[in-house]
């Protein structure tokens, strides 16, 4: 990881704007798990550090455009460069990091640079459906999943495949994991999105439902209300939250343990990326850590 570092450091560098080195550095990295994917496979590989830097780049650039697209203040409990600096800087830093990226990705074996590329044009759909979504409730459990999946988790998939290309492991085995494993990684996050108080979380809690997404959680919890309580929960959508109405959607859920049944289906898909690599124990614990998040 301190080369992975070194070859981020290096790459905001040759922006050679101090604008970008300065925003740059103030963001949080958080938890790098893509780039530790990417060690994990191919960790003695001399591109996978600079493979895992690209990675992180990428990664970096979405979370700012997401951020401006849900006008959101902080990330990872730190002020947002929307919040600090504008719309406009973050857009633009989100553009450089983006076009760093890819140009780095140009010296890649052909197959490698085109996994990973593609991901992102997929993570970009991803993000323009779940803008969309945000228009109305959203009961539909598969074309949630479907976004999700494109939104978030075909970036770790790209990563785990590309990082298996560059040292002939099987590609479509480790996509497979890595596909469950973001899908299982953002479930888990949406499950903390309701259940964690706002200083543990970096931001409000149930900000994903003010926001205007609709997670698995409240999917599950809508299709066992009954008619006044559908209507209710459907009006409180996308609209600041009192006391009152965020204890109700937490009672509730409760009693009807969606978050429980969420959290089954994060249990599944990541039983499902076990299966496909059960002889690697490195991978199966990143599984394992991911899934213990506290809840």
């Known amino acids: 990881m301190r080369r992975v570092e070194e070859e981020i450091a290096r790459l905001i560098d040759e922006c050679d704007y101090n604008e970008v080195t300065r925003l740059f550095n103030n963001l949080s990295g958080g938890k790098r798990l893509r780039a530790k994917l990417i060690l994990k496979i191919a960790p003695e590989h001399k591109q996978a550090p600079l493979l895992a830097a690209i990675v992180e780049l990428i990664h970096a650039a979405s979370l700012l455009h997401d951020d401006v697209i849900d006008?959101?203040?902080?990330?990872?409990?730190?002020?947002?460069?929307?919040?600090?600096?504008?719309?406009?800087?973050?857009?633009?830093?989100?553009?450089?990091?983006?076009?760093?990226?890819?140009?780095?990705?140009?010296?890649?074996?052909?197959?490698?640079?085109?996994?990973?590329?593609?991901?992102?044009?997929?993570?970009?759909?991803?993000?323009?459906?779940?803008?969309?979504?945000?228009?109305?409730?959203?009961a539909d459990e598969d074309k949630y999943l479907d976004m999700l999946y494109l939104k978030t988790a075909t970036l770790i998939e790209a990563a785990a495949a590309a990082a298996a290309m560059l040292v002939g492991k099987d590609a479509q085995a480790h996509a497979i994991y890595g596909k469950n494993l973001g899908l299982s990684f953002q479930i888990i996050d949406d499950i903390l999105d309701i259940t964690q108080d706002a200083q543990t979380l970096g931001k409000p809690a149930l900000n994903d439902f003010v926001e205007g997404k609709c997670t698995l959680p409240y999917i599950y919890l809508h299709k066992k209300l009954n008619k006044g309580d559908k209507e209710r929960l459907e009006s409180l959508h996308a609209k600041?939250?009192?006391?009152?109405?965020?204890?109700?959607?937490?009672?509730?859920?409760?009693?009807?343990?969606?978050?429980?049944?969420?959290?089954?289906?994060?249990?599944?898909?990541?039983?499902?990326?076990?299966?496909?690599?059960?002889?690697?124990?490195e991978l199966v614990g990143i599984l394992d850590s991911m899934i213990k998040r506290s809840f």
Do not use: C, P
């Not at 990872?76 to 990705?105: C, H, Q, W």
């Not at 490698?112 to 992102?120: E, L």
């Not at 599944?268 to 690599?277: H, I, Q, R």
């Open 71 to 138: 006008d959101a203040d902080t990330r990872r409990g730190v002020a947002s460069v929307n919040a600090t600096d504008g719309s406009k800087v973050a857009v633009m830093l989100g553009d450089i990091l983006y076009s760093k990226a890819f140009t780095e990705l140009v010296d890649f074996d052909k197959d490698v640079a085109r996994t990973i590329a593609s991901s992102v044009t997929a993570l970009s759909k991803g993000e323009m459906m779940d803008v969309k979504m945000a228009d109305a409730f959203n």
């Open 240 to 281: 600041k939250l009192n006391e009152s109405d965020s204890a109700w959607i937490k009672k509730i859920m409760q009693e009807h343990k969606t978050v429980e049944q969420s959290f089954e289906l994060a249990a599944l898909l990541s039983d499902e990326a076990k299966s496909v690599m059960s002889d690697d124990v």
